[in-house]
């Protein structure tokens, strides 16, 4: 049972966790208790995590270089002393706001 791609399935990684290579085999039993319930909590995780199969399933924002072009604030293909500059985003400028109306103030 496979979670994505590159993991490994429940059944191999509690193989792996209970092999007896040579760090395991030096460990006192409360040592190797303790190894094997992170060991367990790891691949609870793993679990509950969903496979991302794209990017637009992934939940967080997305830009692509052809949405931000030609964008105010954002610039591309910079030089810059240390090298090129992929993508610079200005940063926004702080405005007060806007009086209230009239008709909103008190007294």
Do not use: C, F
Not at 60 to 67: G, P, R, Y
Not at 72 to 77: A, E, K, P, Q, S
């Amino acid at each position: 049972m496979e979670t994505g791609p590159h993991k490994e399935s429940v059944s191999e990684s509690s193989a792996r966790a209970g092999q007896g290579d040579s760090a395991n085999s030096e460990q006192s039993a409360a040592q190797r208790g303790v190894t094997q319930l992170i060991e367990y909590v790891r691949v609870l995780i793993e679990l509950s995590d969903k496979p991302v199969w794209s990017l637009a399933s992934y939940g967080n924002v997305i830009l692509h270089e052809e949405d931000l072009r030609n964008r105010v604030g954002i610039r591309h293909d910079l030089p810059d002393v240390d090298g090129p500059i992929y993508v610079k985003i200005d940063r926004l400028r702080r405005t007060d706001p806007p009086p209230p109306p009239p008709a909103a103030r008190i007294g």
